[in-house]
């Protein structure tokens, strides 16, 4: 385990992938088992990084990518430094939409920066903390559009990319999950949610075994 005597666990993947639901799903079923959970996101995990979140994610026109890197990876710095390290040393289960692979999946291979430097600086901003299990919820990027077209809300700036862009984030987060395959639980996210949080939940299982 990263830090103290608890339990970070990531959801990574697409836009319209189904993060929401299946955290929803596995924070119900810790808190029955008598866990603490502490829900959290990146961007907007904390109060700067909702300042953050609406500059990335809200702010009309372009930002330079180098600029948006270096904005994820200042909330992921203040983040991982006020509210996950702390909740991991009081023995709580922190559950968390997207970390550093995101980054290197949107930020890296979706804006063509090299990857490799996304992940050291991400890195570099969280002292080295990696989660004990990153759930990667993977789905076609057209089903994925079908998705997000169906929920009938204004994309932000990353949702409204092309299909282009996001094939090649699917690519990346594949290509991460191969490469740290004790990390990482991939899904094929077009299965049905209770698939999923039963999959889910025994793999989270063998973290407390």
Same mark, same amino acid.
């Given at each position: 385990?990263?830090?103290?005597?608890?339990?970070?666990?990531?959801?990574?993947?697409?836009?319209?992938?189904?993060?929401?639901?299946?955290?929803?799903?596995?924070?119900?079923?810790?808190?029955?088992?008598?866990?603490?959970?502490?829900?959290?996101?990146?961007? +907007? +995990?904390?109060?700067?990084?909702?300042?953050?979140?609406?500059?990335?994610?809200?702010?009309?026109?372009?930002?330079?990518?180098?600029?948006?890197?270096?904005?994820?990876?200042?909330?992921?710095?203040?983040?991982?430094?006020?509210?996950?390290?702390?909740?991991?040393?009081?023995?709580?289960?922190?559950?968390?939409?997207?970390?550093?692979?995101?980054?290197?999946?949107?930020? +890296? =291979?979706?804006?063509?920066?090299?990857?490799?430097?996304?992940?050291?600086?991400?890195?570099?901003?969280?002292? +080295?903390?990696?989660?004990?299990?990153?759930?990667?919820?993977?789905?076609?990027?057209?089903?994925?559009?079908?998705?997000?077209?169906?929920?009938?809300?204004?994309?932000?700036?990353?949702?409204?990319?092309?299909?282009?862009?996001?094939?090649?984030?699917?690519?990346?987060?594949?290509?991460?999950?191969?490469?740290?395959?004790?990390?990482?639980?991939?899904?094929? =996210?077009?299965?049905?949610?209770?698939?999923?949080?039963?999959?889910?939940?025994?793999?989270?299982? =063998?973290?407390?075994?």
């Amino acid at each position: 385990m990263t830090s103290g005597q608890g339990v970070w666990i990531t959801l990574e993947g697409g836009d319209g992938s189904g993060k929401t639901t299946q955290a929803n799903l596995l924070a119900t079923w810790l808190e029955d088992a008598g866990r603490t959970v502490v829900r959290t996101r990146e961007p +907007g +995990g904390s109060e700067v990084g909702q300042l953050i979140r609406d500059i990335v994610l809200h702010h009309r026109g372009d930002i330079a990518p180098r600029a948006e890197a270096l904005l994820y990876a200042a909330d992921r710095a203040h983040h991982v430094a006020t509210v996950v390290r702390p909740a991991l040393a009081r023995g709580e289960v922190v559950l968390q939409d997207r970390y550093l692979d995101s980054s290197v999946a949107y930020q +890296g =291979a979706g804006r063509v920066l090299d990857g490799a430097e996304i992940r050291d600086l991400s890195l570099w901003a969280a002292e +080295g903390a990696l989660p004990d299990l990153t759930v990667l919820l993977d789905l076609a990027p057209e089903a994925a559009r079908v998705r997000l077209d169906s929920a009938d809300k204004p994309f932000d700036r990353l949702e409204a990319e092309k299909n282009e862009f996001h094939a090649r984030v699917r690519d990346a987060y594949l290509a991460l999950a191969a490469a740290e395959p004790e990390r990482f639980l991939v899904l094929d =996210a077009s299965a049905s949610p209770d698939e999923l949080a039963e999959s889910i939940r025994t793999r989270v299982e =063998a973290l407390f075994a």
